[in-house]
């Protein structure tokens, strides 16, 4: 079947803009992660839906960062007034699988630019 | 804190030699440890984890709990395997806990 998929695949924004990143997680999946990868590093954690329950957001590095699942489905990154420092990849995941292994699936990913 | 480390930013070597990406973890626990790899233009995926013990790809991961190691190897390379490579913990075992990524190793295999 279809795997997590993200759009728009490309965001360039001007600075102070808003910008909104969907994620379609895989049907079925309850869990659904965004992690933020600036250019050079590895995926770091910005925040965990369980169905449309935010449970963790201690990873969404200012206020300006929003995120809503309110159907337990699709999920949308928002970024207000977006800075410099917002560009990089910004990656969605679904957990599922079979027991007991388990597994995040990864999306292709946002590539957000703020010029 | 927990935190993964990827010592090697770029590994290059050639066709049919040894590889080891080396990771080392930062965890009181007992963490679940993972080998994600992104080939050019795919998206990340799952290599291996260590509850599975098992060869992927011919690629095998030991935990050394005392060293609080998990270094991916392979005897003998192939060009296919040139990819950027990610050591990731998961903090509670069996969780739907977040992963904890380490900056990744760009491995490079010359023909």
């Known amino acids: 079947g279809a795997g997590v998929s993200q759009s728009p695949r490309y965001k360039v924004a001007k600075r102070g803009q808003d910008v909104a990143l969907r994620c379609d997680p895989i049907?079925?999946?309850?869990?659904l992660f965004w992690y933020q990868q600036a250019l050079g590093q590895g995926p770091e954690f910005l925040t965990y839906?369980?169905?449309?329950?935010?449970?963790?957001k201690s990873g969404l590095p200012s206020d300006r960062f929003f995120a809503e699942r309110p159907e337990g489905s699709v999920s949308t990154l928002k970024i207000q007034r977006t800075q410099q420092e917002d560009s990089a990849v910004y990656l969605c995941?679904?957990?599922?699988?079979?027991?007991?292994?388990?597994?995040?699936?990864f999306g292709p990913g946002t590539r957000l630019t703020v010029t | 804190a927990q935190r993964v480390t990827q010592p090697e930013k770029l590994l290059s070597v050639f066709k049919g030699a040894p590889v080891e990406l080396k990771c080392n973890y930062s965890y009181s626990g007992s963490p679940e440890l993972f080998w994600y790899v992104q080939y050019s233009r795919q998206r990340l995926q799952l290599l291996l984890r260590h509850i599975s013990r098992e060869s992927i790809k011919g690629f095998t991961a030991d935990l050394n709990k005392g060293e609080t190691s998990f270094h991916l190897k392979k005897p003998f390379a192939q060009e296919e395997d040139s990819a950027m490579y990610y050591c990731a913990l998961r903090a509670t075992w069996g969780s739907q806990g977040n992963l904890i990524f380490g900056k990744g190793t760009k491995l490079s295999v010359k023909p």
């Open positions: 839906f369980q169905n449309e329950a935010q449970l963790d």
């Open positions: 049907s079925g999946h309850v869990s």
């Open positions: 995941a679904s957990w599922g699988g079979a027991a007991p292994l388990y597994e995040q699936y």
